[in-house]
């Protein structure tokens, strides 16, 4: 019985320094002075720490806080306008009943079955034609494609929780369709909405590989984009600078994962094992 | 206030033949019970007088407007659900006012009608809170509330009390009836339980296999049921059944089950027709317990097996098994029954019901009135 659980401390042990050693060497190695970050001998811990990195962010040649700001605004938008399309559609796929249901449900999913990479070409064309290239608006699009099914999906389950009933009720009592969406499911589904909106925000914060091929203007790109384009150079490579800009890319992140882990687990399982 | 016809109503899902042929007129301001076990259709009925759920066939009439297209919310019903779908967002007063806000009313004359309400249904001091914050019998009040408060011309209920204890289940019916006369809809009740659409309703319509069985008032139903379903239905007990086989001797009809014999009176023996076998059927408070096993021809009177005693307090059922059927006697506790006992049931033959073997429908109802 000890030995057991001797055994599951170890594992668990291994498991979280696995997963946590990387974001500690990310946040010592933006505290360490160029030297030091890029010694051959690395040092466990900074030892001489410094702040320099940082003030580097925003008082560098780099403009960052653009690059934050870009991010910021291009990720928000992105789960305003996938919720928003998302809401209806996962309404009807939840509560009309029409034959092609099925179908259509994972009609939807398609786009996330395919790996990233080949919604590139596709879409770079569509945007090209559209005249959206190298804007916020362009990018705001192709995150939005990829959020979208997820989303659909997500705010299905949430409302499929929700008593039909109540629903019937607003019915009965002279609402429309969508007053009833508005007003009654929304309102009990608001975890669920926010939960889906975070999630979306995420995985367009995340996204590294649209920005890098959308943008070709330094001052429009998201922050995962500049990491990559900025730090790295041809002769060196600016490691404090890197890890601090990668730390300040990780926590938002991170603060958003916290606030919603809770239902967010709850509407994956869910999702799991109601059928359409 | 408002009349309802139901006219030639079916509905099915694809193969599935859910209701056929439903026929039905509801007079402005009755109360009418809607009954049946489940599966029997009486839900998808309600369910389409209300127009939340489409019909295969048929039409639907309030007064002189045929409602078949006209939407829900337009129809000026109102629906008490058996979960109640109270709106947990909201609280008890904004659940109330939900439905007449919609109606663009005067917010004074929303607020004069929801504490009127209130104050009729007994949950004035609850109106702030929210749903969850409610007993289930103030949870059915609010719901009866948010129903009658917009004063609709008819009033929806989907087995509002099945998710109450049986005390409060007997209170909330006579709720139910003061708030219908209260206002001034028309009713219909949908319920599973037979003893409330007897207590409650005006008529009783019984539904089995998505048809309208029968239609009448609780008197009716229990004194001339018109086939063997509605007979066993109606009435706690249930009447018992035996299958006789039928013997002519010249113009004298007579039914026998093993031993049992009894004659038929001329005018029933006519009904009888030329069938070989019908089902008799008895109620239980038809059947008495005797002690003298002879037979009289206006009587039947049969010999069993007691099976089961159920214990009333005040009388007893006696559950018997006689020759070809199930008897239910119910009787004082005079007399002392153990299972296994064998007794002797008597009931009056004009006292007996009698159904056709193969269709169940009802050959003669009891003679009434006569000694």
Redesign the interface.
Known sequence: MRASRIVQAIALGLALAWSLAPIYWMLATSFKNELEASALDPTLWPHAATLDNYRGLVGGTLPFPTFFVNTVVTCLATAAVAVAIALPAAYALSRARFRSRGAVAYGILVSRMLPLVVLLAPLYLLLLHAHLLDSNLGLVVGFTTFGLPFAVWMLKTFIDAV?I??E?????????RWQILLR?VV??ILPGVLTTATFVFMDAWNNLIFPLSFMTTLEKQTLPAALVVSFTGQFKTDWGGMMAAATVTTLPLMVAFFAVQRSMVRGLTAGAVAGV | MARISLRNVGKRYDDVVALAECNLEIADREFVVLVGPSGSGKTTLLRIIAGLEHMSAGDVWFDERRVNDVDVGDRDIAMVFQNYGLYPHMSVYDNMAFGLRRRKLAPADIDARVRRTAQLLDIAPLLARRPRQLSGGQRQRVALGRAIVRDPAVFLLDEPLSNLDAHLRVQMRAEILKVHRAVTATAVYVTHDQVEALTMGDRIVVMHQGRIQQVGTPAELYDNPVNRFVAGFIGTPAMGFIECSVERTGNEVALRAGDARVGLAPQRAQAVDRASTVVVGVRPERLSLVDDASAHADTLTVRGVVQVVEMLGSEQYVHVEVPAGMLTARVTRDRPVKPEEIVTLRAAARHLHLFDAATGAALTAPVRGEI
């Open positions: 008593p009933e109540i019937e009720s607003a019915r009965v009592d002279g609402y429309p009654v309102p009990l």
